[in-house]
């Protein structure tokens, strides 16, 4: 029994993930007593965190198990005929990728070209269709194939910094007159595209935006405060401020918006004193990537217990370990490549009506947000790494103590939470 394992049983995380997936059942799968006294304790729903945590972990199995390299591309091609989970291993390739730039942009890429007449629509054409061909192809040996998932936030990228409109910017840079009507419009406009592009799988472009502007979670951040903001006034608005702002190093976008509302429309965040907002954090980092993680390891255990049995019946003893990897992964994309990991139309819904009332506020929280933008990549990355290595320490034991469990759940949040408490001192605030 791994650690993972010993973690699973002891947190009573189990279930039935496939029925997760067939039939929409997510309370298939049971988080255990220490989750559930968390979600009380930060006053959130449990089922509606559980829905976010199991929809996201499913993605990031999806994404890490069905991201396919030019030698893959290869396999997919030469075995194209071959059936796996209901669908052949060609489809794959139909589902998953474009033959070429302008396949691509006839699909899709047409929807960020909002020029109106025929001459600069053809010359935005071109552009769009020369920087896919020079950044977004991966290539086997026959085609250059372009990935249909995340290619839309490339080229949406490209086309502001070409237009010279604001997609990110330093705090510093930051013009609260001018840029605030011009990120709401940006970013209305690609949410908007990127609901018309039916076949895509949009979670990696939602997730790739929202990673480097953080447009949603500051508009939403913003508008939390804004009809709360007596509640703030109070002499305490920086450390709320921070504490709120530091939410942005999660990943799971809606788990995010989800605990920023409940821990101001709640009151959770006033019931905390000055000295005790670290104590808040650890607890919301604990929910937020700790089981998360867990959950996500779960999923490719019982992945791995589902493909192992169908490589078993594989009647072809001269199949190479290359070809059963491959064709584990096209059972997993089987399984997955309808799910979307976000509600596209309810972010929208969320988003859309916000108004900046007060420029100053958001330009502030802007600025908090901005400057933990530049150690969230890098934490959340050292996160990862010093976890996993932390699990593999703990290998060699057959079971795991009190202490153990949680040092595991609850040591690495709190290094991690020191980096970005210790961020908050360069804030420049406004």
């Not at 990728?97 to 070209?113: A, Q, R």
């Not at 504490?243 to 989800?258: C, G, P, Q």
């Not at 169908?310 to 072809?316: D, H, P, Q, W």
Request: charged share 30%; aromatic share 14%.
């Amino acid at each position: 029994m791994n650690t993972f394992q010993i973690l699973f049983e002891r947190l009573s995380i189990r279930g039935d993930i496939f029925s997760v997936i067939e039939e929409k059942n997510y309370e298939a799968i049971q988080f255990g007593e220490d989750f559930k006294s968390l979600c009380d304790h930060l006053e959130l729903d449990e089922k509606v965190v559980q829905k976010y945590i199991l929809d996201y972990a499913l993605y990031e199995v999806y994404k890490e198990c069905c991201t396919f390299s030019g030698d893959d591309l290869d396999l997919l091609e030469m075995l194209g005929d071959e059936a796996v989970n209901g669908l052949t291993l060609g489809d794959i390739l139909d589902e998953k990728y474009c033959i070429s730039p302008d396949s691509f942009y006839e699909n899709f890429g047409y929807l960020l070209n909002d020029k109106s007449d025929q001459i600069t629509e053809r010359n935005e054409a071109e552009k769009i269709i020369h920087f896919i061909q020079d950044s977004s192809q991966l290539k086997s040996k026959n085609f250059a194939y372009v990935p249909q998932e995340g290619t839309l936030f490339h080229v949406f990228k490209d086309k502001l910094k070409r237009h010279r409109q604001p997609f990110n910017k330093s705090a510093d840079k930051l013009n609260v007159v001018k840029d605030i009507d011009k990120f709401k419009n940006n970013t209305s406009f690609f949410l908007q595209q990127l609901s018309e592009a039916k076949s895509i799988n949009y979670t990696q472009d939602i997730d790739s935006f929202e990673k480097s502007a953080n447009t949603l979670f500051i508009f939403e951040l913003y508008n939390c405060i804004w009809k709360s903001q007596t509640e703030f006034d109070n002499g305490k608005e920086d450390y709320y401020f921070n504490t709120l702002s530091s939410l942005v190093i999660i990943e799971n976008l809606e788990l995010k918006l989800f605990i920023l509302k409940n821990l101001i429309e709640k009151k959770t965040i006033f019931t905390y004193p000055k000295f005790e907002f670290a104590l808040l954090l650890n607890k919301v980092y604990i929910l937020s990537m700790v089981y998360p993680l867990l959950i996500k390891e779960f999923i490719k255990q019982k992945f791995d217990i589902a493909t192992n049995n169908l490589t078993a019946n594989e009647v072809n003893p001269f199949v190479d370990a290359k070809t059963k990897s491959l064709k584990k992964s096209a059972f997993i994309f089987g399984l997955l490549h309808n799910h979307k990991g976000y509600n596209l139309k309810k972010l929208i819904e969320v988003f859309e009506p916000i108004q900046v009332h007060n420029k100053g506020l958001f330009g502030n929280l802007y600025t908090r947000v901005s400057k933990l933008q530049e150690v969230k990549n890098e934490v959340m990355d050292q996160f990862k790494v010093e976890f996993y290595e932390m699990i593999e320490i703990f290998s060699y034991k057959e079971s795991l103590s009190k202490d153990d469990i949680i040092f595991i759940s609850e040591g690495y949040p709190m290094k991690m939470q020191k980096k970005i408490v210790s961020s908050w001192r360069n804030i420049r605030k406004k």
